[in-house]
């Protein structure tokens, strides 16, 4: 039972780098998100996906990326690092509308931006 | 829109003391989901519990018990007889509508430690 794995956990680059951090499920679960945390600010929604091919801004999306071609993945790509982008990433999958199970979350991947 | 608001950043207690985090939340619909989630110092998040609108009863798990009020728009969480192990950072979070697996609002989250 893997659940839901990101990839990499650690990660170190340089302003003006893009990068992609990889979000991967077993479940088939149709919703995916990705939240970020900051000191102070708990977890905050960058985007999510209701579906594949569907994706939507959540409350800080701007300068990130996402797509989702399959089920499955769900990448988040910064395209142009900035150092205001270091911060610890989750991904999330939910199972579909209408259903009492909470999100499930991934182990994170600590992004540092030099 | 909807906020949910932990007033309380860094509480530290002795072993073996109760404690209660905070937990306040605003929303405009009348269907929606509460959580509480742990983040141990490894850096995962642990689901501790869920609650929609509609059921106001008190829960108890083994040393951990939530109180929903609605009229108060709070969800507190105590930990009774506190441990070392309970040093963590706890997380109220928000989901409207009926599916519980919704997009998340978090609180800023409480820092608890606890001490030997």
């Known amino acids: 039972d893997a659940g839901i794995t990101q990839s990499p956990r650690y990660k170190i680059t340089e302003t003006g780098r893009q990068v992609t951090l990889m979000c991967h499920q077993t479940?088939?679960?149709?919703?995916m998100f990705w939240y970020r945390q900051d000191l102070g600010h708990g977890l905050r929604l960058i985007y999510y996906?209701?579906?594949?091919?569907?994706?939507d801004k959540g409350e800080v999306p701007d300068g990130y990326v996402v797509s989702r071609s399959k089920t499955e993945n769900f990448p988040l790509t910064l395209e142009s690092a900035t150092r205001s982008q270091t911060s610890v990433y989750f991904c999330?999958?939910?199972?579909?509308?209408?259903?009492?199970?909470?999100?499930?979350f991934g182990d994170g991947t600590r992004l540092s931006i030099l | 829109a909807q906020k949910v608001t932990q007033a309380q950043t860094e509480i530290s207690v002795v072993e073996k003391e109760d404690v209660t985090l905070d937990c306040v939340y605003e929303t405009r619909d009348t269907t929606y989901y509460l959580f509480w989630y742990k983040q141990p110092p490894s850096g995962e998040l642990v689901f501790l519990i869920r609650?929609?609108?509609?059921?106001?009863q008190n829960e108890i798990s083994g040393r951990y018990s939530w109180n929903f009020q609605k009229s108060t728009s709070s969800f507190n969480f105590t930990i009774t007889a506190s441990q070392v192990v309970d040093s963590a950072v706890y997380f109220c979070a928000l989901s409207e509508g009926d599916n519980a697996g919704n997009m998340l609002t978090f609180g800023g989250g409480t820092r608890l430690m606890v001490k030997p």
């Open positions: 999330a999958s939910s199972e579909r509308e209408y259903s009492n199970q909470p999100q499930h």
């Open positions: 479940w088939s679960h149709s919703y």
């Open positions: 609650r929609n609108s509609f059921d106001e």
């Open positions: 996906s209701a579906a594949a091919d569907i994706t």
